[in-house]
């Protein structure tokens, strides 16, 4: 399989996952949703500008809340996962 395939492949899959948790942690609409994972995945986080300009209706603890679930999503499994 292709590397960049993979790489396309495997941020669906975090992407999916992320997603699920943030909706199953707080009502809020996919586009929303959507925009909060993948600035997550791009930056690590959301910060103050982004905070205000896109995500005014929530609180700063949502939004890491929200961040934390995307974290989760994206972390590498352990190696406690293939024992």
Known sequence: MPRDF???VLFVEIFDYAM???MDHIDM???KAGQLVRLVMQNNRIGKEKRLK???EMSDA???DL??????ASAP???EDDA
């Not at 961040?67 to 989760?72: L, Q, S, T």
């Open 77 to 79: 499994p352990s190696d």
């Open 67 to 72: 961040a934390r679930i995307v974290h989760v």
């Open 62 to 64: 949502e939004i890491d």
């Open 6 to 8: 993979k790489e396309e």
């Open 54 to 56: 896109l995500f005014s």
């Open 29 to 31: 609409p996919n586009r």
């Open 20 to 22: 699920q948790g943030e």
